[in-house]
């Protein structure tokens, strides 16, 4: 999954970003609204963490602008105790908030609940023959025994659990799992799909030649 998070906060961007990454998420940062704009018009981010209070352009005229052509889930940062700003997010389009301070559980709980909702997963326990995905957990299993994956195993399985039954590219897949910043490395599908071919049998994941992978139903 890949988020955009926009924050003009250096210490608290920091810090939510590297913790987003270390669960997983490819991360995009912006400092400022506009930069922020730019961004999620380019890119098709799995889900948007959108702070209200930021130079050059407000989150609320990002919002505003990006819902004039894209339905990428917002998750908005608002103030303290201002029902008024929590209200206005919702009605503009917002589709989720969270309120200054808060734990970064929190945000890694409705960030994942909201990419949950917008792959109209309802239940938050996937099961693909054997293996068990626990969506809320973050844990996987076949036959009833944790499996242990990396952060990115566990990334690439999710991303193909919540589009099960379609053909993923490898573009898309790329788009989804890397973000700007990753280097060529990092970026070697072939391995995570076998890895994860090896850990959960070679079934679990299809590929379709000169097309990308696929999850059956
Ligand atoms: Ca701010």
């Known amino acids: 999954m890949r988020l955009l998070v926009v924050e003009d906060e250096p210490d608290l961007l920091r810090s939510m970003s590297q913790a987003l990454r270390e669960e997983g998420y490819a991360v995009d940062v912006a400092e400022d609204g506009e930069e922020g704009l730019h961004k999620a018009r380019t890119w098709d981010y799995d889900a ?4 209200v209070m930021l130079p050059v352009m407000d989150g609320w005229n990002v919002l505003k602008r990006l819902r004039e052509q894209k ?29 200054k301070p808060f734990e970064l559980d929190e945000l ?5 609940a909201l ?6 997963v309802t239940t938050s326990v996937v099961e693909v023959g054997v293996v068990r995905l626990d969506l809320a957990a973050r844990l996987v299993f076949s036959e009833g025994e944790r499996v242990a994956l990396t952060a990115r195993e566990y990334a690439l399985l999710e991303y193909l659990v919540l589009h099960r039954g379609e053909v993923v590219t ?3 897949l790329y788009d989804h799992l890397f973000d700007e910043n990753d280097d060529s490395l990092s970026n070697l599908l072939d391995v995570h799909v076998s890895n994860l071919r090896k850990k959960l049998g070679p079934d679990l994941i299809t590929t379709r030649r000169g097309h990308g992978y696929c999850i059956e139903v």
């Not at 948007?48 to 702070?51: A, N, P, T």
């Not at 890694?108 to 994942?112: K, Q």
């Not at 990419?115 to 109209?120: E, F, K, L």
């Open 48 to 51: 948007i963490v959108l702070d």
């Open 170 to 172: 490898r573009s898309a």
């Open 115 to 120: 990419i949950r909702r917008t792959a109209s």
């Open 71 to 99: 339905r990428t889930p917002v998750l908005l940062l608002t103030a303290r105790d201002a029902t008024a700003d929590r209200v206005r997010g919702l009605d503009a389009g917002a589709d989720d908030y969270l309120v």
């Open 108 to 112: 890694f709980a409705r960030l994942r």
